[in-house]
């Protein structure tokens, strides 16, 4: 779901032999029920959960164990089947060996994504992956070469990439007079406020990064100051279409290349200044920000100051609208806010019904309809019929470290939820493209 983790073929041989052991125990002693839970907690919790350390990895591998340890899977009014992924994967019948190696020598040789409870468009998101990666090492092994016969030199190319930047490259923002004004329009900072001052900070030290380390490379191209390695890595990514390392240390988490990721620098400029002039945005661009949990954090501390409700006690649900095209929405809400640009991963969205439903074919990613972000006091939450749909930043998920998750949205769906946790059913603020 997130991290990878070293599984290897010791953890299913003990797994195996392990349950081979109880098996045979229960069957030795003529006891009634087979001991699932235990079984279910040594091989989940102990042999491979305990490699585990992402609470999502943890709820995949307790679905698979849910789904398919029990005594249902030998009933026999209503038939279990593991998988109907263009194949019916199901025990083989009580009795001589031959029933079992008849069975075995009937499965296909390739097995698709269906039978681990995914969609099939999970195989093209793969192949999808590996292209990119090919295609990343190619050009990493490109030659350097100088210049060519006929056509722009190195050197050239890289000048006028520098050029295009500079021209889109704002001046940094006041942020002590900005400050100073909000004061005195409201008589306070509030939590959304102090996100805001936090946000420009961070912003004006990537773009005075951006412009100084241009500006450097421009007057390295000429032969003013010395080529760096900095500079010359710089180089190599904008020669090539890639977001520099330089930059990406001071920018959001993003996978995005250099084209669309001006685009995006570009949006976030846009929602600052509209931010710095008309107040809190109604709608609120989460991927614009360095730090999208910190609004949402602001947006709690707020509706709790103004409703005297404890913080330590209060969270934030999310209802999806049917509103697709955020210029729609002049009003902000009381309490809480509206989300744009959200993506939705593993499923789409029936906008009739507004709930969860499969994927269509060749179809990897959805934009969600705006959505409601609203602070409420934990004990008066009730929802049912939902899916704790984990919100990232982009399509990468999460990392062993933690980083990259965001929040937890509520997803209304008439499916049972173990179908949208194998399917891999997630929300990410930016994608690849």
């Not at 398919?68 to 019916?88: A, V």
Request: aromatic share 10%; glycine share 8%; net charge negative.
């Amino acid at each position: 779901w997130n991290v990878s983790y070293d599984f290897n073929e010791s953890d299913f041989i003990i797994s195996r032999r392990l349950l081979a052991l109880y098996l045979t125990k229960a069957s030795e002693n003529g006891d009634e029920m087979i001991p699932w839970g235990s079984i279910k907690y040594l091989i989940g919790d102990a042999m491979y959960g305990g490699r585990v350390s992402d609470d999502d990895d943890r709820r995949v591998l307790v679905t698979y164990l849910n789904e398919y340890f029990g005594d249902f899977l030998f009933d026999d009014h209503q038939r279990f089947y593991f998988s109907r992924d263009g194949f019916d994967y199901e025990l083989p019948e009580w009795g001589p060996l031959e029933n079992y190696t008849s069975v075995v020598e009937g499965l296909p040789l390739n097995n698709g994504p269906g039978v681990f409870g995914l969609h099939s468009n999970a195989e093209i998101g793969y192949f999808n992956n590996a292209s990119k990666q090919l295609w990343l090492d190619l050009i990493d092994l490109q030659p350097r070469s100088a210049g060519s016969s006929g056509g722009m030199s190195r050197e050239e190319f890289i000048k006028s990439v520098v050029k295009d930047v500079m021209e889109k490259v704002p001046e940094p923002e006041d942020a002590f007079n900005i400050r100073k004004k909000l004061i005195a329009d409201t008589g306070m900072i509030t939590p959304t406020q102090v996100v805001l001052l936090q946000e420009l900070e961070r912003w004006n030290n990537l773009v005075i990064r951006m412009a100084q380390t241009l500006s450097d490379l421009g007057r390295a191209l000429i032969g003013e100051i010395g080529m760096s390695d900095v500079l010359e890595e710089l180089g190599n990514a904008l020669f090539n279409g890639f977001l520099p390392n330089v930059w990406r240390g001071l920018a959001p988490q993003t996978e995005k290349q250099l084209g669309s990721w001006m685009v995006h620098f570009q949006g976030r400029l846009e929602q600052y200044q509209d931010w710095i002039a008309n107040g809190d945005p109604p709608v609120i661009w989460l991927s614009g920000l360095h730090i999208p949990e910190s609004y949402l954090t602001a947006l709690v501390q707020t509706t709790c100051r103004r409703k005297n409700w404890p913080l330590d006690k209060s969270i934030l649900y999310t209802k999806v609208t049917d509103v697709v095209d955020a210029s729609e929405i002049k009003e902000p809400m009381a309490d809480g806010t509206y989300v744009r640009g959200l993506y939705l991963e593993g499923a789409a969205w029936d906008r009739e019904r507004g709930v969860l439903r499969r994927q269509d074919p060749k179809v990897l990613v959805v934009e969600l309809p705006v959505m409601q972000v609203i602070p409420i006091e934990a004990a008066k939450l009730k929802l049912s019929n939902t899916f704790k749909t984990p919100v990232y930043v982009t399509q990468a998920r999460r990392n062993a470290m933690g980083v990259g998750g965001v929040f937890e949205a509520d997803l209304t769906t008439h499916e049972h939820v173990s179908h949208w946790v194998l399917q891999g059913v997630a929300l990410v603020l930016n994608t690849d493209a």
